[in-house]
DNA sequence: CAAACTCCCTGTTAGC
DNA sequence: TGCTAACAGGGAGTTT
């Protein structure tokens, strides 16, 4: 499922794709997904803009968008959620049978919203309510400002047991299942840990780790899901959807257990 | 404040 | 082989 490092990349080749392209159409087959839920009102708002600037901030993939040459207070926000995923192609190749909402633009070129499963979400947002929106999120992980003494500080506040902290968006933003079970491994650190029974040196290393491993899956265009129908990177995850095999550190059986209701995959030897 | 549910969905897989 | 039921999971909302 798209998670940071997948949403960095489509956001990266986004901006190659459509910036500075102009909107005459959008198309929906699951006008649900669409917020406020009117198919109408976004064909009126988007069509003759142009896209200004593609960007990210936790899973948001965010779209900006000019009028001619000034920039407008208005702004598309695509949330891939589980399966979504964006695809630019030409107008004359049939679409995918589970594009879900298109824009259409003027040179023929098609930005695709895929998403097999329906769960993501296509959002016409003012500036305020974008700024709204994102201010709802917690720090950015790979922002430089975010260092250890930020995070320790954050864990010492908080009773809750790690794993459903960092899948928390409002705690720290962009971490999915995927890589919340990545990092952990890495910092060899357990799931179940109360946040502030940390050290300092433990929020340390698990600070490193989730900066370590999204900066690694980022340059690897995000994870490989090995059928690629969801995303085709190439980082392998080391514990995320390996239960059963090997620990490539200690070479003990990898468990999974049920966090917050989310399958978790843990190395009950290298993490404490 | 935190944990546990529920809902939204459908492709995949386990079980019979 | 072919069917059905369970499962997966991000996020928003509700209940315990």
Redesign the pocket.
Known sequence: ???LPEVESTVLSLKQEIVSKTIIGVKAT?P??IEPYSIKNLRKQLTGLRVDAVSRR???IIISLADNDKPLPLALLV?L???GRLQVADSSRSPH??SRVILCFADGSECRFID????GRFTLLSQEGLEQ?LN?YGPEPLQSSFRAKNFYQALQ?????LK??L?D?QFIA?I???YADESLWEAGIHPLR??DSLSFDEAKQLLKAIKRILRSAIRLNGTDFG?G?VHNGRFKPRV??QNGKQCKRCGKELE?L??????TVVCNTCQR
């Open positions: 499922m798209p998670e699951w649900r997904m936790a899973k948001c949330h959620r589980m399966s049978p589970h097999p499963r329906k769960f929106k709802q506040s908080k009773k809750r047991s459903p902290l899948l968006q962009g999915g299942n995927i109360a946040a059928d129908v995320y959807g999974r049920v966090v917050a209701q989310r399958g």
